[in-house]
T-cell receptor, first 112, second 111 residues
Framework: ETGVTQTPRHLVMGMTNKKSLKCEQH?????MYWYKQSAKKPLELMFV???????ENNSVPSRFSPECPNSSHLFLHLHTLQPEDSALYLC???????????FGDGTRLSIL | GESVGLHLPTLSVQEGDNSIINCAYS??????FIWYKQESGKGPQFIID?????DKRQGQRVTVLLNKTVKHLSLQIAATQPGDSAVYFC??????????FGKGTMLLVSP
């Protein structure tokens, strides 16, 4: 158990669907992150939240919409995705920028 | 070994051998470094970290070495076990708010 739980673990959706990914951390961290992991590429940072405030949006298309209602929960709302968005989406949390980030096991997303 | 941005290399070792995984980082301003292990179907798992005021740090069966002169980081795993088989990647904090990750090295351990 990493203390970071992501649901669902797998998601298949069509390009016109709307779905949401959920992340919950039980570590008392104040920062939460969304990453995209594609085959043979480094982790790509998407969004950063500190104390529920978005502090970084790494030029992510608007079809990805994050939401952080409190320091323990993070969502990624998906709408009108493209086939190239198929990837493993990872959530992480940390106490701060110079502290280890702890990851969930990700949501494997497939866009049909 | 690994450099941020290059193809995923593979290191094959026998059970019981010592493994050394390398990482070349790019930003001389980076002051914090982490090694992660990622097994198939799982998220990255924190192994060990080191700050730039140190050149060596030891954990349980793992040692991280930092050479700031040549911007090189290595992870040494003692008495490698089949359960150590995974992708290992390093991350650096260049002083911004977030970490920069490498692509990783695949470690394959044969019984």
């Amino acid at each position: 158990e990493t203390g970071v739980t992501q649901t669902p673990r797998h998601l298949v959706m069509g390009m016109t669907n709307k779905k949401s990914l959920k992340c919950e951390q039980h570590l008392g961290h104040n920062a939460m992150y969304w990453y995209k992991q594609s085959a043979k590429k480094p982790l790509e940072l998407m969004f950063v939240y500190n104390f529920k405030e978005q502090t970084e949006n790494n030029s992510v298309p608007s079809r990805f919409s994050p939401e952080c209602p409190n320091s323990s929960h993070l969502f990624l709302h998906l709408h009108t995705l493209q086939p190239e968005d198929s990837a493993l989406y990872l959530c992480a949390s940390s106490h701060g920028s110079n502290q280890p980030q702890h990851f969930g096991d990700g949501t494997r997303l497939s866009i049909l | 070994g690994e450099s941020v941005g290059l193809h995923l290399p593979t290191l094959s070792v026998q059970e019981g051998d010592n493994s050394i995984i390398n990482c070349a980082y790019s930003n001389s301003a980076s002051d914090y470094f982490i090694w992660y292990k990622q097994e198939s179907g799982k998220g990255p798992q924190f192994i060990i970290d080191i700050r730039s005021n140190m050149d060596k740090r030891q954990g349980q069966r793992v040692t991280v070495l930092l050479n700031k002169t040549v911007k090189h980081l290595s992870l040494q795993i003692a008495a490698t076990q089949p359960g150590d088989s995974a992708v290992y990647f390093c991350a650096e904090n260049p002083g911004y708010s977030t970490l920069t990750f490498g692509k990783g090295t695949m470690l394959l351990v044969s019984p």
